[in-house]
């Protein structure tokens, strides 16, 4: 049976389906069957930065309105072979997401993949309940601000209790988190959170800092997740994320500024 | 400071309790529509209190039809007592109390050595029911303790509420809102590892995030009322 993961925040704008689609490219490059979800119906985005946008025929909508089957609906990435993208519909609204139908699609996509990443929409209504209402496991996306670690932390609250494991008592879900759009030196003049005010208030487990990057726009700009992208530090800190997740213990990187060489001080760059 | 236009003070009622023993919704709502069509007047703008303690496995769907239904015959649910904590937020939204569970007169404790049996005088003495949170209190949660001490071995983030007819205490960051003595107990006290609230309370005198002294400010303190004034000490300066 395979894990479901939903990536929320709250808030919006924060990095939850650039998290989404590089997590689950990096679990499926790491070997494991892994399908991403876009829980965004009617804001549809995750086609676009998985660069899928013009093979999508059938949609999330259409499987629950059983207008279509899921495998209709799934589609295949072209780069990465064990990664399928479950794209939104872009024309209905949230309230289309019925329990019951995303409870037959999460139940019916754990028997084929190993994970199952929900991309969340941003607050905290139906759509956001929904993505998050089967999951095993959450990712928290955080900015370094204060309004998004409230949202955050306001959402860790729904996560104990709409969740289905929740109301039935089960194992709490576990929690990690993702600070994206990390700027060390803003950070140091204290004009953003540090990262220890992060952890101290949400007192999860931190999972990544993802570094604010131009990567992460040229990566949407040509639909390839920024973690395919191996020079930039974005994707580097993805890379690492993913291997964190999967239990190897590394440090976390570009949390300080990047040391000038030489040559740098020496032309005063 | 002196209150001219208000006073608020603590009172009690009595107000019917429905005892729920099923989750079966069609059951439930084929009893309540025979109950009220013999006492019409008796159920119309009754104030009503939904008691889960008998309950087991109750959603939140359950609670939202029952209110629901209860509301569109005409009748004021209140409160609840006896919810899932799963429930809490539900709760919340549809407007409803928290009530405390049913009192039972404390059990005579029975010394092995006494060996005439002592005549057990009925106790007047409410039962204490302290509450003890282990995960770390989130904002836009909240915590009641009406029969007693809230304990939370972890941090309450900013937007969170503990309330307790007791004292209460925080073995971590208090960044919500303290709200102790609910009941009107003047000598209940806050107690945190470092505090960081929004708004503290004991017995109803507040005291906002503003106005608690810097030096305060992420330390562990005790937080009690002195004649009317609420008093912030740093547990380092306790004599
Ligand atoms: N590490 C980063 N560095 C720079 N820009 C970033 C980074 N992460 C995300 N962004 C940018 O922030 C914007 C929002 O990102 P994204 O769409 O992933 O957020 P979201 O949380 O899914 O938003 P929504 O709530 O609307 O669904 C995008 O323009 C994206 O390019
Ligand atoms: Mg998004």
Partial sequence: ?269 | MEYKTTNIKADKFTFPVVELLTTELESFFNEMDIRTSQAPAFFLNAPLVLDFTKLEGNSVTFLELVVDYLRTRGMNPLGVRGCPLTLAEKVDELKLAVLPEERKPRKPVARKDDSISIKTIPSEVPAVHNVFHTRTVRSGQKLTAMDGDLTVVASAGAGSELIAAGNIHVYGALRGRAIAGVGGDKSCRIFCQKLDAELVSIAGTYRLSDDIDDRFRRQPVQIFLEGEQLQVQLLSETP
Avoid: W
Avoid at chain 1, 151 to 177: F, H, N, Q, W
Avoid at chain 1, 258 to 269: C, H, M, V, Y
């Fill in chain 1, 1 to 269: 049976m395979g894990k479901v993961i939903v990536v929320t925040s709250g808030k919006g704008g924060v990095g939850k389906t650039t998290t989404s689609a590089s997590f689950a490219t990096g679990l499926a490059a790491q070997g494991h069957e892994t399908v991403v979800i876009d829980f965004d119906v009617g804001l549809r985005n995750l086609d676009l930065i998985m660069g899928c946008e013009r093979r999508v025929v059938y949609d999330f909508v259409n499987v629950i309105n059983k207008e279509a089957n899921l495998n209709q609906a799934l589609i295949r990435d072209k780069r990465v072979e064990k990664l399928s993208i479950l794209p939104a519909s872009q024309t209905r609204d949230k309230e289309a997401l019925t329990e019951e139908g995303v409870s037959g699609i999460i139940n019916e996509l754990k028997e084929k993949f190993d994970y199952v990443i929900c991309d969340s929409p941003a607050g905290i209504e139906q759509g956001a309940v929904m993505a998050m209402r089967f999951a095993d496991e959450a990712i928290i996306v955080t900015n370094p601000e204060v309004s998004s670690v409230r949202d955050s932390d306001r959402i860790l609250g729904m996560l104990s209790s709409k969740t289905v494991r929740a109301e039935t008592g089960g194992e709490p879900i576990k929690e990690y988190l993702v600070i994206t759009r990390f700027n060390p030196s803003r950070a140091d003049s204290g004009e953003m959170l540090s990262i220890e005010d992060i952890t101290d208030l949400l007192a999860i487990r931190l999972l990544a800092v993802i570094p604010e990057s131009e990567s992460v726009l040229s990566a949407s700009n040509i639909g390839a997740p920024v973690i395919m992208d191996k020079d930039s530090r974005a994707g580097q800190a993805y890379e690492d994320c993913v291997k964190r997740y999967l239990g190897e213990d590394l440090p976390h990187r570009f949390l300080a500024l990047p040391k000038k060489g030489l040559i740098d001080r020496l032309l005063g760059r």
